[in-house]
């Protein structure tokens, strides 16, 4: 049995935090304290644009670090989640701001704060 078939407790974990919060960040650090420039600046966007979040710090175990990025298929850390799908990393979520998308998604999901 592989591991992605098998029970991967990581794997739930991820699952249930973007389950239970529409718009998840697992970052390098913590809102409050970002420990990579990438994570800092998609915190940056995220307070900018008003979103409410909630950051996970990735650097808390080594699992936790390597498992988001089987979970996504997604090589890089900040990762972003917005109703439970996955939509980028600090490059993406760039863009997306910059374009306008990342407000207008945020805006038709009911996530962007007053």
């Not at 979520?93 to 910059?98: A, N």
Request: aromatic residues 8%; hydrophobic residues 40%.
């Amino acid at each position: 049995m592989s591991e992605t078939t098998a029970a991967n407790p990581v794997h739930d974990f991820i699952a249930k935090t973007v389950s239970e919060h529409p718009v998840v960040l697992f970052m390098k650090g913590i809102p409050e304290q970002p420990q990579c420039g990438f994570s800092a600046r998609v915190v940056q966007i995220l307070d900018h644009v008003g979103a409410d979040y909630v950051g996970v710090n990735v650097l808390q175990s080594d699992p936790l670090r390597e498992g988001i990025k089987t979970y996504s298929d997604w090589p890089t850390i900040p990762q972003l989640y917005v109703a439970g799908e996955f939509v980028g990393g600090c490059d993406i979520i760039t863009e997306m701001f910059q374009a306008g998308e990342l407000q207008t998604l945020l805006e038709e999901k009911g996530l962007l704060v007053d």
